[in-house]
């Protein structure tokens, strides 16, 4: 994590409204290109937009799309993070399920969704459990890594300031290796990886949405789609896509509030 | 209080390959120990048998630390310090694993912190100080657990030459001031010089001791510029090409 990357202030902002402004400007242009009918201009888009945030309806959307990507990936890196220290610190369970989670990694997870429907019915469940499908895996795999390759030395420099009165106590001691060195070392892999897994997991929540559902902006954006409502439907996918930006951003400051060391984490 | 360390006829080996032969030494409590040696020569492997992070009877020889329960600080080369905790946090970490209370465990850290002059980074994330600065917050941690043997690897090799002989001065007073036994393992004959009532000069495969110097005059005023210094850093250097 660069200086640059994890500063914010004015230059972050600045380069956000650069990338916004050109954003509205490739709209425009495919816009004129295709037509107000295909593509609306930008701004009425956006005003259709701002006229709905006041709007119960909207705000019920957002809200329900919010909450499930909210459970989704704390459930998902809850789950993910100490088996992937364990799994990367424990060779005998790795050896278990190191190949359960290379045959299933690749396999999109959203293939799941009718079964999770079956099994879990039509409520909240299932749309949370998917999302938190997708960030288990891919926090699972880059945990683990992270707590295999460890430089030894980290280890060896804990095990230098265990103390001589509790040297029989091994398992007190392997616990605290965990707690003070391979868990703190590995988080800021696993934060960064919840902030990429959180790009995945807004996609896979509008393919959720799609079904089964009357509440979420996926369904929000689908139900739009069908009754050719297309202001509707791209203020939806405009908000979509702004949740996915604000939840990549709360991921960049849940890794600075988590990771404040990371700076100086060279191994 | 510092440690007396003895060591005869000390061997290791990694499965068939013999990394060091029959190494004989003595320091006495509040006494120091330099080893150079080149690159590959052992020396980590020694050290990292006198800090205690070999297994026991995994060694030939005797070696024996009195008293047993003494207290061991290693000031690795770069992993000294965990980058994850602010200093402070470094500094407290030995001692919660030792379950001095909280209290207790802050105002420990605190004054090491204060004899070193380095309060005003309690704060601070070892990847936002110098290189310098950890090695001395490694040495204040050292002073917190009461530590009465400290081992050094290679601790000033990030440092720039003349902020390395300001730390040399620091820490050699510091140690002697404290009565705190010593190891350091070293590339720099200048520091092993500085450091060391002994010089042990490492060489050959397996490693072994090549030569060994006494230094007495080292705590002298002005050390650094006298004969002596110059001629044992002379001797010390032949004895390394002689290796």
Redo the contacts between chains.
Sequence with gaps: MSAGASGGGPSKAAGYARAFLLILGLWLVLSLALGPLVLPRPWAVIRNLAGQLGSPVFLGHAAASVRRLAWGLGAGFAAAFPLGIAMGRSARLDAWLAPVMFLTFPVPKVLFLPALLVVFGFGEAPKAVLVALVTFCQILVVTRDAARNMDPRWEDSFATLWPAARAGERLARRLSLLRHVVAPHALPAAVTSLRIASGTAVSVLFIAESFATDRGLGFMIVDAWGAMNLPRMWSGILAMGLLGALIFEAADLLERLLCPGARGMAR | MGARVTARGLGRSYGEVEILRDISFEIPAGGSLAVVGSSGSGKTTLL?LI???TPPGAWEGEFAVDP???????L?Q???L?????VLANLE??LA??RVPAAERRARAEAALSELGLSGLAGR????ISGGERQRIALARALA?RADLV?LDEPFSAVDAIARERLQDAVAGLLAGKGLTSVVATHSIEEAVRLGDEVLVLGGRPASITARFGNPGRCGPGFRSTEGFFRLALAVRRALEDA
């Excluded at chain 2, 965990?82 to 602010?86: M, N, R, S, V």
């Excluded at chain 2, 994330?125 to 936002?128: F, K, Q, S, T, V």
Aim: glycine residues 14%; charged residues 15%; neutral net charge.
């Design positions: 990292n800090a205690g992070l047993p329960g003494a207290g061991r600080s290693y690795m770069d992993c000294a965990f980058p994850w905790k602010t970490l030995p694993l030792a994330y070892p990847g936002e657990a081992v």
